[in-house]
């Protein structure tokens, strides 16, 4: 059972603070996702990576930074804290089946950003 | 004009019900569909799958794809309580790096 951790289920930071949102999953995959989910807008997509210390931007980078040290966990960093990144943060992971239509994300149970 | 529109509810229809959830497209390149299912303060999980125009039945659930008019569909009959969640359709291109565009959702509630 695939399983993808976040290190935090809510979090509370104050404006031009630095923030590190950790990912962890178990099933050896490749590929490692950060969306960001507003109402109205739905996913978003972030960063992502397709390897240990490869990274391509998504759809909304800016203000986001990332890191990828090991398979396992993906890093995304806020370096200064907006109002505006105030959102549900989400993880998830799939394996390198490009060509497959059954490559499932599996998603994180998210993290809850305030910044104030 | 927003490459995948999907009306974000919500609907509330009672128990038993048929449910019948709809996203439009307007890239014919996408060419795998998907239906994600997200409950309350949960991350999104696959429903459902296909990559061809036609329908697919998995249990109570039917995806229902239509290249021609870039429309597809998610049929839940005899709805449940347990169906109440938000109802992501999910597209993606052939080929390349697995990006998916996500619909916004549509927040489902089945009333006992």
């Known amino acids: 059972d695939v399983k993808v951790t976040q290190s935090s289920r809510y979090l509370v930071k104050r404006t031009g603070e630095k923030v590190f949102l950790e990912c962890v999953q178990d099933?050896?995959?490749?590929?490692m996702f950060w969306y960001r989910q507003d109402p109205g807008l739905g996913l978003r997509l972030i960063y992502f990576?397709?390897?240990?210390?490869?990274?391509e931007k998504g759809d909304i980078p800016e203000g986001y930074s990332v890191s990828r040290e090991k398979k396992e966990r993906f890093s995304l960093i806020l370096e200064s804290a907006s109002t505006n990144q105030t959102s549900m943060y989400l993880c998830?992971?799939?394996?390198?089946?490009?060509?497959?239509?059954?490559?499932?994300?599996?998603f994180g149970p998210g993290t809850r950003l305030t910044v104030l | 004009q927003k490459e995948v529109e999907q009306d974000p509810g919500p609907l509330s229809v009672p128990e038993g019900a048929i449910v019948s959830l709809n996203c439009t497209y307007s890239?014919?390149?996408?060419?795998?569909f998907m239906w994600y299912r997200q409950y309350s303060r949960k991350g999104p999980e696959l429903l459902m799958y296909?990559?061809?125009?036609g329908n697919k039945e998995d249990g109570r659930f039917t995806a229902q794809v239509d290249k021609s008019s870039k429309y597809i569909s998610l049929f839940i009959r005899d709805s449940q309580p347990s169906d109440s969640a938000t109802y992501l359709c999910?597209?993606?291109?052939?080929?390349?790096?697995?990006?998916?565009?996500f619909g916004t959702g549509t927040k489902l509630q089945v009333i006992p």
């Open positions: 999910a597209l993606r291109r052939s080929g390349g790096y697995q990006k998916v565009t």
């Open positions: 990576s397709y390897d240990v210390k490869m990274k």
């Open positions: 890239n014919s390149a996408f060419q795998y």
């Open positions: 296909t990559y061809s125009s």
């Open positions: 998830a992971s799939s394996s390198r089946e490009k060509l497959s239509p059954t490559d499932t994300q599996y």
């Open positions: 099933m050896d995959h490749e590929n």
